[in-house]
């Protein structure tokens, strides 16, 4: 215990306390590099706060070096400060690289803009996303069919980049597809990652669109690798869903004058005389998703019953 009060005491008792303080100011590199530090330190995040903070603190530490060297001529404190100085350079030169390689085609920027950059994604995580789907954005052509019903497989997730899709049942019109909506979110919503399944409705091209896809095993790989990232498309492919679901309230009719709300299973609100009744029947819509039945149709007549 001794030994370790002597050298505490040694490192706060070796030199003597101030009891003069200099009357002249350093001089203004010392100043400028204060204020560059002061500054820089406010930076934010992501690629281009990285840039702002390293910057601004690099030339900050080779300002405290051209200090050092020429009014403090203290070795040591411009040997550390040119030190950070290149730390802070090569930090610099390294997010420079990082940012000009996440560049996308103009198509996947907008998309970025559109879709993902308001809820805060980071362009490392898109990035990701990206690369799942080879960076690639597909063409339908006019009156082709992105899926046949009862013919195509289940083995992909896609997006609409731009176009227009028409889902139909047996030739029946559904909804409209629009940019920035999935194709077939409630497909992949109704298959847990193991099963397959087969489209039960038809989705044709309205216009030339454009669309990205990915592949259903390697999504669910990026899936098991980044939990952010499956806990985001859940939540993309959940309000895809709602939005189908209110695109086809509009559209579901009963028989006298009565409109069924799939939003509420066991009731029926009155329609609006000027709105024409369009029959569809229960296969139209089926269980959990706007493309499968809604529990409970069969039974709903017996609400109207006297």
């Known amino acids: 215990m001794g030994e370790n009060a002597s050298f505490w005491e040694s490192l706060i008792y070796a030199h003597p306390t101030c009891t003069t303080w200099k009357q002249e100011a350093e001089g203004s590199i010392y100043h400028l590099a204060s204020i560059l530090f002061v500054v820089g330190f406010m930076g934010g995040s992501g690629f281009f706060g990285l840039l702002y903070v390293f910057s601004l603190l690099g030339l900050g530490f080779l300002c405290s070096s051209v200090w050092a060297w020429l009014d403090v001529c203290a070795a040591d404190i411009f040997s550390w400060n040119f030190i950070l100085f290149a730390i802070c350079f090569v930090q610099f030169v390294y997010v420079t690289y990082q940012v000009r390689s996440v560049a996308f085609d103009r198509e996947f920027q907008e998309l970025y803009s559109a879709l993902f950059q308001p809820l805060g994604i980071s362009l490392t995580v898109y ?6 789907c080879d960076a690639e954005v597909i ?14 497989p289940i083995d992909k997730l896609s997006l609409l980049v731009s176009g227009r899709i028409r889902v139909t049942v047996d030739g029946e019109f559904l909804h409209y597809i629009f940019p920035l909506q999935f194709l077939d979110s409630p497909e992949w919503d109704s298959l847990r990652p193991t099963e397959e399944g087969i489209f039960q409705v038809t989705l044709t091209a309205e216009t030339d669109c454009r669309y990205v896809a990915w592949r259903r095993k390697k999504l669910y790989l990026l899936f098991a690798k980044h939990r952010f990232i499956s ?12 939005e189908k679901l209110y695109a086809l309230n509009d559209r579901v009719h009963v028989g006298q004058g009565f409109r069924y709300d799939i939003r509420l299973p066991n009731f029926y609100h009155v329609a609006l005389p000027e709105t024409p009744p369009v029959q569809l029947s229960h296969h139209h819509l089926q269980r959990g998703s706007p493309r499968r039945q809604p529990a409970g149709v069969t039974n709903c007549s017996s609400f109207l019953s006297p």
């Open 127 to 132: 990035r990701k996303i990206v690369l799942c």
């Open 139 to 152: 063409t339908l052509e006019k009156e082709h069919c992105y899926a046949m019903q009862g013919k195509t």
């Open 231 to 242: 806990r985001l498309f859940s939540i993309l492919i959940g309000s895809d869903i709602a």
